[in-house]
């Protein structure tokens, strides 16, 4: 049902957190990039590249970004600068023009058509996307504001520096957070959206404290929480106007203490109710969901963990991550932490299962799965924050991060599993479930020993770098597992785990 029309501040702000806490099994993250992918400047073309077919499925909601870079947008505006030319190869279906001259964009489009279907629909803004610094097509996605004011860049142009890309916007700089400021405020007046979504993973650089291999400090998150209040205030003054809330969700690193070292004072935000829903999680993840989902519900904001497309170098490592397998455990993981739902990233296909599948727990129970420690890496941790390591608090294990193994001496690996995979039910609904090692340096299964539990793992077979042990599903607990990997003590060999699987198979 509509909500009834807010006519006072006390109404919007119950309104608003009843609208914050409503159903969402998943959330889609369209990047907007199907403006310059459909084969026509029409709706029906627009929508049936990515969102048409979404209907039915769990997505709940759908976060849209017209984002080409700050201050560069697909959609139509006056604050900033739309991208509007047909550069080849990159944009020559660029219909952001045509789009526009029919009284229309592709903002707009969206926005009619998910509330038609009933699904709940914000307007996404990458806080510092920097596609523009790519060598490849960085050069038409520059907007003229960066080539009239490269003093309002974290770097110079050409020039590499310690974090970040040149083409950063420097968000110490009042005239930046003003444009920013401005562009959502545009968007909020214009637009029927339910709401805005600030992505600060989309890039994580703000300051050049940060980009010059510093922490952020005090100040600099102060700069930042201002600009967070300005855009609340505006959100409720645009809110009352039109007589029905407007959301605010964010998406951030899932540490307070990154999120800090980068310039996001995220307990400031929670404690002054400047964000209706928490996004934890991008190019990398710090700690367990049920971290960030405390987190958000000491407040009373809903929490989406981000699950997005495996990023890890080796082959083999990326293929099983980037399955639906994987795709299926890492979400029972996201529910099992008492998650309010899934948010997907970097998965545009609107025929993919996955949308059928990962927003509903009880669905995903039967299915086949393939747990990990690890599905997107930990190579950019370091890479956006000078010291970033020290704040990931679980246990990755992946052919880039290999456990050593000693002669004799336990190496513990541990495995969250989401599920309950004894559960008592009908044989059918038994699964066969494996656990497979790769372990670099090894030649001889036997001298290698295992546990799951403090219970021994037997009859293991190799085959090429991989150990594989059957696993009874009664020894396997909801929640965290405990691996116990054992060199023989008279062992010569140089041997590391580079992965850790297990596999959970209903068919």
Known sequence: DDPVKVTNQQELKQQRKKAAHRVRRIIFNNDGDDAFRCKEPTAESLLARRTTALVGTHVDTIFYSTTQSVGLYSHNNKAAQVLLPKTKPFLANNWTREFIDQGTDCLEIMVDFCHKK??????????????????????????????????????????????????????????????????????????????????????????????????????????????????????????????????????????????????????????????????????????????SVQLGHKYDVPVYPCLSETRVRDPEAHKVRNSLECYRARAMNVWHSGADGVYLFNLFDPQLPHWSELGDPKLLETKDKVYCTGARGVGSINGTLTGGMRFLKRQVVLPERPVALKPGQPAAIELRVGQQLDSGQAPAAVPDVKLRLRVHGLTNAGDLSVKLNDQPLTDGTKSDAWLEYPVSPASVTKGTNRFEITLKPDSTAKCAVEDLLLWVRYE
């Open 118 to 291: 009933n699904i709940e629909v914000f307007w996404s803004h990458r806080m510092n996307d920097t596609h523009d610094a790519s060598p490849v097509y960085g050069h038409c996605l520059l907007p003229q504001w960066k080539k009239d004011h490269p003093e309002w860049l974290l770097g110079s142009l050409g020039k590499k520096q310690r974090h970040g890309r040149p083409t950063a916007a420097d968000y110490g700089r009042q005239e930046v957070r003003d444009m920013v400021f401005n562009v959502f405020q545009e968007v909020c007046q214009n637009y029927d959206v339910d709401g805005i979504e600030l992505d600060f993973f989309r890039h994580s650089y703000f300051f050049k404290r940060h980009a010059m291999g510093q922490d952020a400090g005090p100040e600099q998150c102060e700069l930042m929480t201002g600009l967070l209040r300005r855009i609340r205030k505006m959100t409720e003054t645009g809110g009352l106007e039109r007589g029905r809330p407007l959301l605010l969700a964010v998406r951030v690193p899932d540490s307070v203490g990154y999120c800090a070292a980068i310039g996001l004072d995220i307990v400031a935000w929670l404690e002054e109710d400047l964000v209706d829903i928490l996004v934890p999680t991008g190019y990398f993840r710090l700690n367990h969901w049920d971290v």
